[in-house]
């Protein structure tokens, strides 16, 4: 059998694209990636240390990695990223200092007063805060500290310490690096709501008492075509507030699979996010929580829904990718088609006089909903009878259009169809054109 593919678009990566980094800088932004510190070799390092100017650890500093038991220390994996982070002239952003979760055993499972509650936190804040002194631009101090109803969630340091925990903390972080930024993040703050206008009245207070607060992060990680009308909005009035804002998780998730139309409307998502923090000055950092769909917390977390980040599995840019390039400013970047059809011809049988043909298509990351294949006979080949397509010749040119039934190529699928074929002398493999 002989096989000919021929791809019609190209979904490699774009090498000589501006970086994210430099169209980000060129609009005084940051655009940052959490990451894994194991990853951070081969393709997935070359991306994060290329495309980004800020890193996020995804997990490494949270104080049930950094102190899995009391007393005993593991910061191996925040250290790494943070000095592949000085490598790559990166600044780090420090998560997080105080949250309900991923905390370790022995403080939850621990029965503390809560003179003994503030202690733990304060040398814990202390700790890790003075270990990177210098080196982390900006600690997401407090965690996720409200619920949807913007009352202050129950948590083991809000039960123990009552509100007053958050001025606290941002007190003890600053005494530790003074010139670190300090932030409180939450999920479902990214539109004007109850939960925003609590962390709003909350800033509002902190700022009035002389609190350390220096901004707010809107973790976004959001559903695809569901960008809150107001992120801009509210973006803005955390701005005038006198703080700096950062979206510091984003992700847009959708349905699985992922299609082209789906991955087009990923792209306006992410390009409207990312444009809602080029509009307003006070808006320092966009950070994409996990860039390759092959590191995103959403799989798992929310089953049957993914590729949520702006790089495919295997670190080719995505639709989402030249989003957030264009509302950078990158508008001299065309997006690519979002994968690529292929049509495949082949020989299947062949005798003195004649031969059996088959042509494949097969999509991936694209479709069709009709398709012509083309190609030229060099050799004086003639078709003399096709089925599940309809073909004319005229001289040497071939065209076969689908038949009524089998116009739709869905993405990761494919249709045939097959012909059979006079020649003589020989017979060459032509080129198919898909159009
Ligand atoms: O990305 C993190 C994932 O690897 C962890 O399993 C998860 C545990 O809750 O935390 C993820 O990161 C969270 C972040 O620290 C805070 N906002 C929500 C993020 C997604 O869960």
Excluded at 139 to 147: A, G, L, S, T, Y
Excluded at 379 to 389: E, F, M, S, V
Aim: charged share 10%.
């Amino acid at each position: 059998m002989t096989g000919l593919a021929l791809l019609l678009t190209a979904p490699a990566a774009h090498a000589a694209d501006t970086p994210l980094r430099d169209l980000a800088a060129a609009e005084g932004k940051v655009i940052g990636t959490a990451v894994t510190g194991s990853k951070l070799t081969g393709t997935y390092g070359d991306v994060a240390g290329a495309q980004f100017g800020s890193l996020t650890p995804g997990n490494a500093m949270k104080w049930g990695t950094v102190e899995p038991a009391q007393g005993s220390f593991n910061w191996a994996e925040a250290d790494q990223i943070v000095a592949f982070a000085q490598a790559h002239h990166q600044q780090v952003r420090g998560h997080t200092l105080v949250w309900h979760s991923q905390n370790p055993s022995w403080l939850t499972n621990g029965s503390w007063t809560s003179a003994q509650l503030s202690g733990l936190l304060q040398n814990h804040i202390s700790t890790e805060v003075t270990r990177y002194k210098g080196k982390v631009a900006a600690w997401d101090v407090v965690n996720e500290p409200f619920n949807e109803d913007g009352t202050h969630r129950s948590t083991l340091w809000y039960d123990g310490l009552g509100s007053g925990y958050i001025a606290s903390a941002l007190t003890w972080a600053h005494a530790a690096d003074p010139d670190a930024k300090l932030y409180i993040n939450d999920y479902n703050v990214e539109g004007v709501n109850a939960k925003s206008t609590a962390l709003y009245n909350l800033v509002k207070s902190l700022k009035a008492q002389g609190v350390p607060i220096d901004g707010v992060g809107l973790q976004a990680h959001l559903i695809l075509g569901q960008i809150p009308a107001t992120l801009q909005q509210n973006v803005q009035r955390f701005a005038d507030l006198g703080v700096d804002v950062a979206i510091t998780e984003l992700d847009v998730r959708m349905a699985l699979p992922s299609d082209s139309t789906k991955l087009a409307q990923q792209a306006a998502d992410y390009k409207s996010v990312v444009a809602a923090c080029v509009a307003v000055t006070r808006c320092v950092n966009v950070t994409v929580w996990g860039f390759t769909d092959s590191d995103s917390w959403v799989p798992s977390t929310f089953p049957g829904y993914g590729a949520a980040t702006p790089y495919d599995e295997n670190y080719a840019p995505k639709p989402a990718y030249y989003g957030i390039a264009e509302a950078l400013g990158g508008g001299t970047t065309t997006p690519p088609p979002t994968g690529a059809c292929a049509a495949t011809y082949s020989v299947t049988s062949q005798w003195n006089t004649g031969f059996t043909g088959q042509v494949r298509i097969s999509c991936s990351g694209a479709s069709l909903s009709s398709w012509k294949a083309s190609w030229t006979y060099g050799a004086g080949q003639r078709i003399t009878q096709a089925w599940n397509a309809t073909c004319t010749q005229s001289g040497a040119a071939v065209s076969c259009v689908n038949a009524s039934y089998n116009g739709s190529v869905p993405d990761g699928g494919s249709v045939t169809f097959g012909f059979n074929a006079s020649w003589s002398g020989g017979n060459p493999v032509p080129t198919v054109t898909l159009g």
